[in-house]
């Protein structure tokens, strides 16, 4: 739970309360006990997060998290820990990372650096560990908002995202941005 500041924070801007937590996590549970082709986590961290994302309003967050949902069964290779763990040492190339501070309001600061990326279009076509997909640069992205959503702070206060264009160049970088990967990142992104 938040330090008193925090918590105060969090009645303020999301009305969670004492009272608002066991209601909302036991009325989620029981949407999910009514919808049994719906199988996933029912541990509080993890519902919580959809609690918070809309202000307790169980509709709401019922409704995220079933698209959250789908957006794992449309898209798992995304969400699969075991790629994602291979991915890491993208992380170590600078592409993307999550400061260790915080905005003044408290939110988590992810920065994207996508001219960093050497990208290619086939992983046999990799010549060195440098070289990404643009589905492996997308993964190790999910991969680090998804760990700076375990933080119950940045479930309150968001994350803001700051996107370094610098070496960017369309020739070099169109995968990025082609109408499949820009609505995959959108969906994904909005459910997260």
Same mark, same amino acid.
């Given at each position: 739970?938040?330090?008193?500041?925090?918590?105060?924070?969090?009645? @303020?801007? +999301?009305? $969670?309360?004492?009272?608002?937590?066991?209601?909302? *996590?036991?009325?989620?549970?029981?949407?999910?006990?009514?919808?049994? $082709?719906?199988?996933?986590?029912?541990?509080?961290?993890? !519902? !919580?997060?959809? !609690?918070? /994302?809309? @202000?307790?309003?169980?509709?709401?967050?019922? #409704? %995220? !998290?079933?698209?959250? *949902?789908?957006? @794992? #069964?449309?898209?798992?290779? %995304?969400?699969?820990?075991?790629?994602?763990?291979?991915?890491?040492?993208?992380?170590?190339?600078? &592409?993307? &990372?999550?400061?260790?501070? =915080?905005?003044?309001?408290?939110?988590?600061?992810?920065?994207? =650096?996508?001219? #960093?990326?050497?990208?290619?279009?086939? #992983?046999?076509? =990799?010549?060195?560990?440098? /070289?990404?997909?643009? $589905?492996?640069?997308?993964?190790?992205?999910? *991969? /680090?908002?998804?760990?700076?959503? %375990?933080?119950?702070?940045?479930?309150?206060?968001? +994350?803001?995202?700051?996107?370094?264009?610098?070496?960017?160049?369309?020739?070099?970088?169109?995968?990025? *941005?082609?109408?499949?990967?820009?609505?995959?990142?959108?969906?994904?992104?909005?459910?997260?």
């Amino acid at each position: 739970m938040f330090k008193d500041s925090w918590k105060e924070r969090c009645c @303020k801007e +999301v009305g $969670e309360t004492d009272e608002s937590r066991t209601e909302g *996590l036991a009325a989620l549970r029981r949407h999910l006990s009514g919808n049994p $082709e719906i199988h996933t986590v029912q541990a509080d961290e993890f !519902l !919580l997060r959809f !609690l918070r /994302a809309r @202000k307790f309003d169980v509709e709401k967050s019922f #409704k %995220l !998290l079933k698209s959250y *949902l789908s957006a @794992k #069964k449309r898209d798992p290779e %995304l969400f699969q820990l075991s790629p994602a763990v291979e991915d890491i040492v993208h992380l170590s190339q600078g &592409c993307q &990372c999550i400061l260790r501070g =915080r905005t003044k309001k408290g939110q988590a600061i992810f920065v994207s =650096r996508p001219g #960093k990326y050497n990208l290619i279009s086939d #992983k046999s076509k =990799r010549g060195g560990r440098q /070289a990404v997909t643009v $589905e492996e640069a997308f993964r190790t992205n999910v *991969l /680090a908002l998804e760990w700076s959503l %375990l933080e119950e702070m940045t479930q309150l206060a968001g +994350v803001v995202s700051i996107i370094d264009m610098e070496g960017f160049s369309l020739v070099k970088h169109s995968g990025f *941005l082609n109408p499949y990967h820009t609505m995959r990142t959108t969906s994904v992104v909005q459910v997260s």
